[in-house]
């Protein structure tokens, strides 16, 4: 079975800051994806990025970026210029087929706490 | 707006009741999931449906039944087999079932309460 581990139960950075979240997973699979979500304390999940494990390029949205080494099984989101509106939790997740099939497998989660 | 619609947003379960949670779906996704989030831990798959009137058992189905009789709703009925039900319980849902490089999008959640 695939896990994901995430070994940073809380993080705190500095308004304006860059911040690096860590990620491992295990799986036997050459094919996969991963995501990275942030739940707010509204609870609700909002997608912050996804990478294709086929792609060796990081995946970037604005603000976030991630650094993906597939050898390592390592998948770390950057977050840079951090605002107080990035608090929240970070959850990495797997799936083998990209959430289609089976859902997705999640790591414990990051608390990230942004400090004015 | 489309969207994933769950309700109620809070439910309170008395021990011995079955409850049933909503989930409504307009983005004509053909997958939906059911999750169970506990304090401090990530989500946990309940239950999954890749087409209407078909479902699959996720890793902690023990105590919950589903049902899929129209592509929009996905309803999961919490019995009283299951022993620890309070919870926050996920909807998700996306585009199609096995094809690569679908995202999972979740609507904001339940939360149940045994009193």
């Known amino acids: 079975a695939q896990t994901v581990t995430q070994s940073q139960p809380e993080m705190s950075v500095q308004e304006a800051e860059t911040v690096t979240l860590s990620c491992t997973y295990d799986t036997s699979e050459s094919d996969y994806y991963l995501f990275w979500y942030k739940q707010p304390p509204s609870r609700q999940m909002i997608l912050v990025i996804r990478?294709?494990?086929?792609?060796?390029q990081n995946a970037t949205e604005n603000r976030f970026s991630v650094n993906f080494q597939k050898a390592a099984k390592s998948f770390s989101l950057k977050i840079s210029d951090s605002q107080l509106g990035d608090a929240a939790m970070y959850f990495c997740a797997y799936s083998e087929s990209g959430g289609g099939a089976d859902g997705l497998t999640f790591g414990k989660g990051t608390h990230l706490i942004i400090q004015p | 707006d489309g969207g994933i619609t769950q309700s109620p947003k809070y439910l309170f379960r008395k021990e011995g009741q079955n409850v049933t949670l909503s989930c409504e779906q307009n983005?004509?996704?053909?997958?939906m999931y059911w999750y169970r989030q506990d304090p401090g831990q990530g989500l946990r798959l309940i239950y999954y449906?890749?087409?209407?009137?078909?479902?699959q058992k996720g890793d902690i189905a023990e105590g919950y039944s589903v049902s899929r009789e129209k592509k929009e709703s996905f309803p999961l009925t919490v019995t009283s087999a299951q022993k620890n039900p309070t919870a926050f319980y996920l909807c998700?849902?996306?585009?199609?079932?096995?094809?690569?490089?679908?995202?999972?999008?979740f609507g904001e959640g339940s939360w149940l309460t045994v009193v």
């Open positions: 983005l004509n996704h053909d997958a």
């Open positions: 449906s890749q087409i209407v009137n078909d479902f």
């Open positions: 998700a849902s996306s585009i199609r079932a096995g094809s690569s490089g679908n995202t999972i999008y």
């Open positions: 990478q294709e494990a086929y792609k060796q």
